[in-house]
């Protein structure tokens, strides 16, 4: 992607104002009007067939880009707050799962850090109180809910993230009442313990629905039209998705022969 975006400004009759990319979602200003807009999308989707966009313009000042949604003042500065889809459910892992306690401590940090980070000051109330409505229908309590955020404010995040940890990762599936106990035998100077969910029974049960073809990944074999050689190929992807790959490169002439 960063051949492609290099290209894709360089060679481009008008450019936008700025230009941020996460991946493959870009989020630009474009001070040109709408009708080179569109051609400008159009000039990004001639460079290469496989990579194609589409576009998603503001809607009463407001851009969603990532999990943040950003809004147009009158006086052309931007506003930031948490977005959230339409078809979102507010369901996160239920405080009554059996996980371990940091691994439930962890979903409303990682919420309530996440909208201290993007929200600005004056949001910060209204997306809190919202946040305490959702993890309290998680099953979390408010008590809980209340210290993290105590402590969030108090400490930046940041800075404790840039604490050096030389210590040794030991990881245990979580079994309420024995890996825990199993856990505090380590000295916590010496040893970082990280708990996973242990398996599920559906987990070790195979799906009673046949593959659809194509759709897995695997081993495959492609005869050629032209003789009675064939390509044996192993993909970790689709193996659909990788057909259409060998399909491109014979369109596109990089493979010519066997």
């Not at 009463?60 to 977005?83: A, C, E, G, K």
Request: glycine share 4%; net charge positive; with cysteine.
């Amino acid at each position: 992607m960063d051949d492609f975006e290099t290209k894709a400004l360089e060679t481009a009759d008008l450019k936008p104002k700025c230009w941020f990319r996460y991946v493959d979602d870009i989020f630009i200003i474009w001070p040109h009007g709408l009708q080179d807009l569109d051609g400008f999308l159009s000039h990004l989707n001639g460079i290469n067939n496989s990579i194609q966009f589409t576009m998603e313009l503001e809607t009463n000042n407001s851009l969603p880009f990532l999990d943040l949604l950003i809004t147009r003042n009158n006086d052309n500065n931007f506003n930031y707050s948490v977005y959230r889809k339409p078809t979102h459910t507010n369901r996160y892992l239920n405080a009554n799962s059996h996980h371990h306690p940091t691994q439930l401590n962890s979903v409303m940090k990682t919420l309530i850090v996440r909208s201290l980070r993007l929200t600005e000051k004056q949001n910060q109330n209204y997306e809190l109180n919202n946040l305490k409505i959702i993890l309290q229908q998680n099953g979390y309590k408010l008590h809980q809910i209340n210290n993290i955020i105590r402590k969030n404010l108090r400490h930046k995040h940041s800075e404790k993230n840039n604490v050096n940890d030389d210590r040794r990762v030991l990881i245990l599936p979580y079994l309420k009442g024995v890996t825990d106990k199993i856990a505090r035998k380590f000295p916590k100077n010496e040893f970082r313990v990280v708990f996973k969910p242990y398996k599920t029974l559906s987990q070790f049960i195979r799906t009673p629905k046949d593959t659809i073809p194509g759709e897995s990944q695997g081993v495959y074999e492609i005869q050629c039209c032209d003789c009675s050689q064939s390509y044996v190929g192993q993909s970790n992807r689709r193996i659909s998705a990788r057909a259409n790959e060998h399909k491109l490169a014979i369109k596109q002439k990089i493979c010519l022969h066997h």
